[in-house]
């Protein structure tokens, strides 16, 4: 079955990079995302990565994937504290349409 | 574009009242729909799968007649949770896709 997975928190210092790990299991999985949740808040699209592509940037955020390993990642550049919130890697296992697999998410805490 | 709206917000109940969700896709038409529910510091569980004018596909261990879901038109769905206990008590959310997934808001439920 497919399984995502991603280490629950983070804490950096305001100012630093953050970068978030996910592993997934799903090898034809086609489109692989993050997503944001603030408190008490639904879930924002940040990015998106298709599986042919290796990287992919955007502003302070960049994504990379490790198709092989199977491994996601999503760094933020000079992190803020309104960067605090949950963040959620999730992938379609075949093609779009098709409900998302979320991982459990990373709590992102930045400290001023 | 590509807004997902949820109504209401947040709704507290009385054990054994049925409540009633909405998730609309504001501008733009959705054949599917998607509904979530997500446990306190917890990922996003898939409940259903909504189509519109179809019957609604459910996960496994989701109870059909306990979440009534109606998709009657390419911009709403509905899902209703009959007879709501305690342990309902959680934060629904919706998606549509265009492509995509969009995500609404979320309803907090709280029954007492």
Redesign the interface.
Known sequence: GEDVEQSLFLSVREGDSSVINCTYTDSSST?L?W?KQEP??????LT?IFSNMDMKQDQRLTVLLNKKDKHLSLRIADTQTGDSAIY?CAEIPNQ??????????TTLSVSS | GAVVSQHPSWVICKSGTSVKIECRSLDFQATTMFWYRQFPKQSLMLMATSNEGSKATYEQGVEKDKFLINHASLTLSTLTVTSAHPEDSSFYICSATKGDQYFGPGTRLLVL
């Open positions: 489109y995302y997503y008490g808040a639904g879930l924002q699209l998106y959620f779009a349409g098709t409900a998302l697999i979320f991982g459990k998410g």
